[in-house]
């Protein structure tokens, strides 16, 4: 039975979304949504400073025209006039440089980021997604809701490219779950699951003393600390 998972393109998202990538047969980016500013598309966390059992943000700018005009994601264009790149790429080396894995993943990120000169946020995000797929070795089959074309609108939406995927199973995150009535995919012969991801724990360091663990961070996080055993732990949080 042909399962397929739907959500927006998030920029390094956590361990529970590449985990949900890995599970399904199909994996539909939700790209013709709206743009709403303080969620986790532009956005994401790691840890504040080496030793800091705090958080911070990475927050890629965004055009602040589009945000007025509250363009769709896929529409959603970067705002050049902002040096964040380096900024990211600063703040991850000054968290995570004496990480055991920093010098084997961080010339790949450096790299990417660096390299990538996609103007929409959504095309970055993706093309950011599925390299990090690949270093992890993660299977993956990917589609943009934009493709099908579907015109309906929140769990009508949802539904109706599950339909046109011709998936008999929808796995959701728990978010979605919180909106969308199992029922409401019964009567479409959809079986509805919520994904239930529970965060595993792993060993986190800086200069090889062992730190507070903090949670729901970005994947980053988890490849500086773990490198090629990253897939494995993502894995542990299926139940």
């Not at 363009?71 to 964040?84: A, C, H, R, S």
């Not at 440089?97 to 993706?126: M, Q």
Request: hydrophobic share 35%; glycine share 2%.
């Amino acid at each position: 039975m042909k399962k397929v998972a739907i959500l927006q393109p998030h920029y390094i998202p956590w361990l529970g979304y590449f985990n949900l990538i890995e599970v399904v047969d199909e994996f539909i980016f939700l790209d013709d949504v709206q743009f709403i500013k303080r969620e986790w598309k532009n956005r994401n966390k790691i840890r504040k400073d080496f030793k800091s059992s705090e958080t911070k943000w990475l927050s890629i700018p965004i055009l602040g025209s589009d945000i007025k005009e509250k363009k769709n994601i896929n529409n959603t264009q970067i705002d050049k006039n902002y040096d964040w790149k380096k900024s990211h790429l600063n703040s991850i080396k000054q968290v995570y440089a004496k990480s055991p894995f920093f010098n084997v993943f961080f010339p790949f990120l450096e790299k990417f980021i660096l390299n990538n000169n996609k103007t929409k946020l959504s095309e970055f995000n993706i093309e950011l997604i599925k390299n990090i797929c690949d270093y992890l070795k993660i299977n993956y089959c990917f589609s943009k809701s934009s493709d099908y074309g579907s015109l309906l609108k929140k769990e009508y939406k949802l539904r109706e490219l599950c339909k046109m995927s011709k998936a008999q199973i929808f796995i959701a995150n728990n978010a979605t779950g919180d909106y969308v009535d199992k029922e409401f995919f019964d009567i479409e012969n959809i079986k509805f699951e919520l994904q239930n991801y529970s965060h595993p724990s792993y060993s986190q360091y800086y200069s090889n003393k062992k730190l507070q663990f903090l949670s729901h961070l970005s994947i980053v996080d988890l490849i500086f600390n773990e490198g090629e055993n990253s897939k494995l732990i993502l894995t542990k949080g299926t139940k």
